[in-house]
């Protein structure tokens, strides 16, 4: 009679975890709902960024619900590995949409322009009006995080350990993206002090204070792949020849910390991630298709004010701008 193997434990995720992953099950259905309403709304690419990220955070917990409520799936490796793929892809979603809303931003504040800055702040301030070569670095990590995940899951020692080394580049790729988010977020900050946004006189918190809300959204993604990153080394290796290695699968959860374990994967890995998506939800954060061709073609024409607001309709804001 063969042994079977609770790969889900191996993994670092246990029972004990069920009221969590459920919890994070349910709490994304409002995100994912409002994130599509603003998608049909606004039009913009960062709802419908985050349309697929909350829809593959939905769907990773009720997946790691499975694993950690159900002995089938606990055993099963296939929906292990597919725990980890749609987890690890989804974060992409919520970097694009970081992304793409410190771009739509900075061309609110910046149409067409570099904001006066030079050197090392103009390349990075390059990067903003070429998103190009971002989506190219985070479509690599998408794809290095995907084919590590399969190959990690191979019988193969050799193989295991590429896919492990292609996840971790993936989990650094990653890391990197998100730094620069965190760098562009403060050029974007000094940029619209420059202009004085903090003084107008908005009808909506996410227009006056969008900044801040931006930051946090920075700051929480950076929170989330640090940990990831630190604790790159302790992934498990699912797909290990049984007769080998029966005893090491068996005991090993319980020998060391894993980067899955539940008392601090929530609170640093889960929590964060849900945090930032809230917060795309704050009021006038995320600037609509057609305030962004106003605002293009208000440049064009000349007709925009001292404080960079495009003149195409009536001013929405108070006199007092600084």
Known sequence: MSTKINYAAYDGIHRSELPAAIIFTVIYVPPLLISILLAFRKKTSVYRALVLFSLTRLVSFALRSALAGNTSAAENENVLI????????????????????????????????????????????????????????????????????????????????????????????????????????????????????????????????????????????????????????????????????????????????QQNRAPLFYPLAALPEFIAVMMFMVPGLVPSKIELLERANGSKSGRVTDSGIPMTQEPQYASNRV
């Not at 980890?84 to 322009?113: C, H, K, W």
């Not at 590590?148 to 020692?157: I, L, R």
């Open 82 to 257: 597919a725990e980890q793929v749609i987890y690890s892809v989804g974060f992409a979603g919520l970097i694009y949409s970081a992304y793409t809303l410190i771009i739509d931003r900075d061309e609110m504040v910046n149409p067409g322009g570099n904001g006066g800055r030079t050197g090392i702040f103009l390349l990075l301030g390059r990067i903003l009006k070429y998103p190009n070569v971002m989506r190219l670095v985070i479509t690599v990590a998408i794809v290095l995080g995907i084919y590590g995940g399969v190959k990690a899951s191979d019988t193969n020692p050799n193989q295991q350990s590429t896919g492990s080394a292609l996840r971790e580049a993936a989990l650094y790729i990653f890391l990197a993206v998100v730094c620069i988010l965190n760098i562009l977020t403060l050029l974007l900050a000094a940029d619209e002090r420059r202009v004085g946004v903090w003084g107008w006189n908005h009808t909506a918190f996410g227009q006056r204070y969008g900044i801040l809300v931006l930051l946090v959204i920075a700051v929480m993604c950076l929170i989330r792949e640090a940990y990831l990153v630190s604790t790159a080394k302790n992934l498990a290796k699912v797909g290990v020849s049984l007769s080998l290695n029966v005893f090491r699968l068996l005991i090993q959860p319980y020998l060391f910390v």
